[in-house]
Nanobody
Framework: QVQVVESGGGLVQAGGSLRLSCAAS????????MGWYRQFPGKQRELVAEIISGASTNYADSVKGRFTISRDGAKNTVYLQMNSLKPEDTAIYYCAAVTDRRYWGQGTQVTVSS
């Protein structure tokens, strides 16, 4: 069983930055992958960025060059640095840890005003 807790969402103007944090209850090196997803109203969750054991990363095309996923093993935490935010980035952002299954956090709201 893995628990993940997100933090760092909020309201920001277009062009601004936010950093999301996802703290895991176990060593992140024991987790196959950790990812950030987002969900727009009425839509399914979509992958934003993920970091896989071995530190390879994947990004959605819509965030490449603007968002960066990273990890701190000492803190069992994964971060999502979001720069050059756009109003269309407004969504609930979820962290997920993938081991035998995907464990979700409670989500954090990110709102980008124009």
């Amino acid at each position: 069983q893995v628990q993940v807790v997100e933090s760092g969402g909020g309201l920001v103007q277009a062009g601004g930055s936010l950093r999301l944090s996802c703290a895991a209850s176990v060593s992140i090196f024991s987790i196959n992958a950790m990812g950030w997803y987002r969900q727009f109203p009425g839509k399914q969750r979509e992958l934003v960025a993920e970091i896989i054991s071995g530190a390879s990363t994947n990004y959605a095309d819509s965030v490449k060059g603007r968002f960066t996923i990273s990890r701190d093993g000492a803190k069992n935490t994964v971060y999502l640095q979001m720069n050059s935010l756009k109003p269309e980035d407004t969504a609930i952002y979820y962290c997920a840890a993938v081991t035998d299954r995907r464990y979700w956090g409670q989500g954090t709201q990110v709102t980008v005003s124009s």
